[in-house]
Protein backbone atom coordinates (compact mmCIF):
# COMPACT_ATOMS: atom_id res chain seq x y z
CA UNK A 1 0.00 0.00 0.00
CA UNK A 2 1.21 2.96 -0.73
CA UNK A 3 1.96 5.57 2.32
CA UNK A 4 2.26 9.13 2.68
CA UNK A 5 3.39 11.07 6.10
CA UNK A 6 2.99 13.61 7.25
CA UNK A 7 5.15 15.48 10.60
CA UNK A 8 2.24 16.63 12.33
CA UNK A 9 -1.23 16.16 12.88
CA UNK A 10 -1.86 19.16 14.78
CA UNK A 11 0.44 22.56 14.93
CA UNK A 12 0.55 25.67 16.64
CA UNK A 13 2.74 28.22 15.64
CA UNK A 14 2.93 32.27 16.43
CA UNK A 15 2.98 34.72 13.72
CA UNK A 16 6.21 35.53 12.29
CA UNK A 17 7.74 31.91 13.07
CA UNK A 18 9.31 30.11 10.24
CA UNK A 19 7.49 27.17 9.88
CA UNK A 20 8.40 23.88 8.00
CA UNK A 21 5.35 20.79 7.27
CA UNK A 22 7.35 17.82 5.98
CA UNK A 23 6.10 15.02 4.12
CA UNK A 24 7.10 11.57 3.82
CA UNK A 25 6.11 8.74 0.82
CA UNK A 26 7.86 5.51 0.69
CA UNK A 27 6.51 4.24 -3.12
CA UNK A 28 9.02 5.97 -4.99
CA UNK A 29 7.00 8.54 -6.47
CA UNK A 30 7.89 11.26 -8.81
CA UNK A 31 5.37 13.83 -8.14
CA UNK A 32 4.49 15.50 -5.26
CA UNK A 33 1.98 18.01 -4.02
CA UNK A 34 1.33 20.67 -1.32
CA UNK A 35 -2.21 21.06 -0.77
CA UNK A 36 -4.47 23.33 1.65
CA UNK A 37 -8.51 22.86 2.43
CA UNK A 38 -10.11 25.83 3.82
CA UNK A 39 -14.28 25.50 4.49
CA UNK A 40 -16.06 26.87 1.40
CA UNK A 41 -13.00 27.12 -0.96
CA UNK A 42 -11.99 23.52 -1.29
CA UNK A 43 -8.67 22.18 -1.96
CA UNK A 44 -6.30 24.46 -3.44
CA UNK A 45 -2.91 23.80 -4.64
CA UNK A 46 -0.02 25.49 -3.53
CA UNK A 47 3.49 24.09 -5.14
CA UNK A 48 4.28 20.61 -7.06
CA UNK A 49 6.86 19.04 -7.96
CA UNK A 50 7.82 16.45 -10.48
CA UNK A 51 11.46 15.37 -9.92
CA UNK A 52 14.18 16.24 -7.06
CA UNK A 53 15.04 19.55 -6.81
CA UNK A 54 12.22 20.72 -8.96
CA UNK A 55 9.18 22.71 -8.57
CA UNK A 56 6.32 24.61 -9.56
CA UNK A 57 3.93 26.95 -8.28
CA UNK A 58 0.65 26.44 -7.88
CA UNK A 59 -2.49 28.70 -7.77
CA UNK A 60 -1.57 29.75 -4.16
CA UNK A 61 2.20 29.99 -3.77
CA UNK A 62 2.17 33.38 -1.65
CA UNK A 63 4.24 33.13 1.20
CA UNK A 64 5.16 29.66 0.97
CA UNK A 65 7.91 28.22 -0.45
CA UNK A 66 9.45 24.03 -0.74
CA UNK A 67 11.81 21.90 -0.99
CA UNK A 68 12.78 18.65 -2.52
CA UNK A 69 15.84 17.28 -1.67
CA UNK A 70 15.02 13.71 -2.01
CA UNK A 71 12.79 12.29 -4.05
CA UNK A 72 10.66 10.63 -1.03
CA UNK A 73 10.24 13.92 0.93
CA UNK A 74 8.77 17.32 -0.14
CA UNK A 75 8.87 19.83 2.33
CA UNK A 76 6.34 22.79 2.45
CA UNK A 77 7.76 26.24 4.12
CA UNK A 78 6.42 29.11 5.58
CA UNK A 79 8.88 31.78 5.93
CA UNK A 80 6.97 34.03 8.25
CA UNK A 81 4.03 32.54 9.30
CA UNK A 82 0.37 34.74 9.33
CA UNK A 83 -2.90 34.08 10.54
CA UNK A 84 -4.54 33.85 6.84
CA UNK A 85 -2.19 30.61 6.92
CA UNK A 86 -4.39 29.10 9.40
CA UNK A 87 -5.63 25.85 7.57
CA UNK A 88 -5.22 22.40 6.62
CA UNK A 89 -2.28 21.02 4.82
CA UNK A 90 -2.43 18.24 2.23
CA UNK A 91 0.41 16.38 1.20
CA UNK A 92 -0.62 14.19 -1.67
CA UNK A 93 2.26 11.99 -4.39
CA UNK A 94 2.04 9.66 -7.67
CA UNK A 95 4.09 7.66 -9.71
CA UNK A 96 4.58 9.28 -13.61
CA UNK A 97 1.95 7.66 -15.52
CA UNK A 98 -0.73 7.47 -13.24
CA UNK A 99 -3.10 10.75 -12.81
CA UNK A 100 -4.45 9.48 -9.11
CA UNK A 101 -3.09 10.89 -6.50
CA UNK A 102 -2.60 9.80 -3.20
CA UNK A 103 -2.94 11.74 -0.12
CA UNK A 104 -1.57 11.86 3.56
CA UNK A 105 -3.35 12.39 6.63
CA UNK A 106 -3.15 16.13 6.89
CA UNK A 107 -1.71 18.83 9.65
CA UNK A 108 -3.74 21.35 11.31
CA UNK A 109 -1.56 24.51 11.42
CA UNK A 110 -3.27 26.92 13.74
CA UNK A 111 -0.90 30.51 13.49
CA UNK A 112 -2.05 32.89 17.03
CA UNK B 1 -10.37 30.65 -15.74
CA UNK B 2 -10.90 27.15 -14.39
CA UNK B 3 -14.13 26.37 -12.48
CA UNK B 4 -15.89 23.25 -11.05
CA UNK B 5 -19.18 23.19 -9.47
CA UNK B 6 -20.82 20.64 -7.12
CA UNK B 7 -23.36 21.27 -4.50
CA UNK B 8 -22.55 22.25 -1.03
CA UNK B 9 -24.89 19.77 0.48
CA UNK B 10 -26.67 17.24 0.10
CA UNK B 11 -28.90 14.76 2.74
CA UNK B 12 -30.36 11.64 1.87
CA UNK B 13 -31.71 8.31 3.68
CA UNK B 14 -29.79 4.99 4.87
CA UNK B 15 -30.47 2.00 1.86
CA UNK B 16 -31.80 4.75 -0.80
CA UNK B 17 -30.09 6.66 -3.94
CA UNK B 18 -28.17 9.36 -4.23
CA UNK B 19 -26.54 11.12 -7.39
CA UNK B 20 -24.17 13.81 -6.93
CA UNK B 21 -23.38 16.09 -9.62
CA UNK B 22 -20.44 17.84 -10.77
CA UNK B 23 -19.80 20.51 -13.89
CA UNK B 24 -16.69 21.88 -15.29
CA UNK B 25 -15.18 24.34 -17.38
CA UNK B 26 -11.30 24.00 -17.65
CA UNK B 27 -9.08 25.21 -19.89
CA UNK B 28 -8.01 21.76 -20.59
CA UNK B 29 -9.02 18.05 -19.71
CA UNK B 30 -7.38 14.95 -18.88
CA UNK B 31 -9.69 13.34 -17.04
CA UNK B 32 -12.10 13.27 -13.60
CA UNK B 33 -11.89 12.47 -10.34
CA UNK B 34 -14.26 11.84 -7.51
CA UNK B 35 -12.56 11.44 -4.02
CA UNK B 36 -14.47 10.56 -0.92
CA UNK B 37 -13.47 12.75 2.73
CA UNK B 38 -14.56 11.88 5.77
CA UNK B 39 -14.26 14.62 8.34
CA UNK B 40 -11.06 15.28 9.65
CA UNK B 41 -9.51 13.05 7.18
CA UNK B 42 -7.60 12.82 4.07
CA UNK B 43 -9.07 12.26 0.66
CA UNK B 44 -9.60 8.64 -0.71
CA UNK B 45 -9.49 7.56 -4.65
CA UNK B 46 -13.05 6.44 -5.78
CA UNK B 47 -12.91 6.91 -9.57
CA UNK B 48 -11.30 8.07 -12.63
CA UNK B 49 -13.01 8.67 -16.05
CA UNK B 50 -11.23 9.79 -18.59
CA UNK B 51 -14.03 8.79 -21.59
CA UNK B 52 -17.37 9.23 -21.96
CA UNK B 53 -19.71 7.03 -19.99
CA UNK B 54 -20.14 4.58 -16.89
CA UNK B 55 -17.75 3.41 -14.57
CA UNK B 56 -19.10 1.16 -11.96
CA UNK B 57 -17.43 -0.29 -8.62
CA UNK B 58 -19.34 -1.52 -6.38
CA UNK B 59 -22.08 0.53 -4.69
CA UNK B 60 -20.25 3.67 -6.39
CA UNK B 61 -20.55 4.22 -9.78
CA UNK B 62 -19.28 7.64 -11.68
CA UNK B 63 -20.45 9.01 -15.18
CA UNK B 64 -18.93 11.02 -17.55
CA UNK B 65 -19.81 13.36 -20.55
CA UNK B 66 -17.06 15.56 -21.86
CA UNK B 67 -18.86 17.38 -24.71
CA UNK B 68 -21.23 18.82 -21.55
CA UNK B 69 -18.57 19.00 -19.26
CA UNK B 70 -20.48 17.12 -16.94
CA UNK B 71 -20.20 14.30 -14.50
CA UNK B 72 -22.05 12.88 -11.62
CA UNK B 73 -21.50 10.19 -9.16
CA UNK B 74 -24.01 7.63 -7.70
CA UNK B 75 -24.15 6.17 -4.52
CA UNK B 76 -26.52 2.86 -3.96
CA UNK B 77 -27.49 1.24 -1.05
CA UNK B 78 -26.19 3.98 1.41
CA UNK B 79 -25.02 3.42 4.66
CA UNK B 80 -24.17 5.52 7.18
CA UNK B 81 -20.30 4.98 6.88
CA UNK B 82 -20.90 7.16 3.68
CA UNK B 83 -21.19 10.62 5.26
CA UNK B 84 -18.68 12.34 4.01
CA UNK B 85 -17.56 14.88 1.55
CA UNK B 86 -17.28 14.17 -1.89
CA UNK B 87 -14.81 16.20 -4.14
CA UNK B 88 -14.81 16.07 -7.58
CA UNK B 89 -11.48 17.19 -9.39
CA UNK B 90 -10.37 18.07 -13.28
CA UNK B 91 -7.12 16.81 -13.91
CA UNK B 92 -5.66 19.75 -17.31
CA UNK B 93 -3.44 17.70 -18.80
CA UNK B 94 -1.27 14.74 -19.10
CA UNK B 95 1.70 13.22 -17.66
CA UNK B 96 4.98 13.92 -19.53
CA UNK B 97 7.90 16.06 -18.18
CA UNK B 98 5.81 18.08 -16.48
CA UNK B 99 2.90 17.00 -13.84
CA UNK B 100 -1.01 17.91 -14.81
CA UNK B 101 -2.25 20.18 -12.13
CA UNK B 102 -5.90 18.53 -10.10
CA UNK B 103 -8.40 21.05 -10.00
CA UNK B 104 -10.97 20.37 -7.15
CA UNK B 105 -14.56 21.68 -7.02
CA UNK B 106 -15.08 23.15 -3.20
CA UNK B 107 -17.03 19.34 -2.16
CA UNK B 108 -20.19 18.04 -1.23
CA UNK B 109 -21.17 17.35 2.19
CA UNK B 110 -23.32 14.14 1.94
CA UNK B 111 -25.11 13.36 4.93
CA UNK B 112 -26.85 10.27 5.64
CA UNK B 113 -30.24 10.03 8.27
CA UNK B 114 -31.50 6.81 9.34
Known amino acids: DVKVTQSSRYLVKRTGEKVFLECVQD?????MFWYRQDPGLGLRLIYF???????EKGDIPEGYSVSREKKERFSLILESASTSQTSMYLC???????????FGPGTRLTVT | GQNIDQPTEMTATEGAIVQINCTYQ??????LFWYQQHAGEAPTFLSY????GLEEKGRFSSFLSRSKGYSYLLLKELQMKDSASYLC???????????????FGKGTKLSVKP
Open chain 2, 89 to 103: AVILRGYGGSQGNLI
Open chain 2, 49 to 52: NVLD
Open chain 1, 27 to 31: MDHEN
Open chain 2, 26 to 31: TSGFNG
Open chain 1, 92 to 102: ASSPVGENEQY
Open chain 1, 49 to 55: SYDVKMK
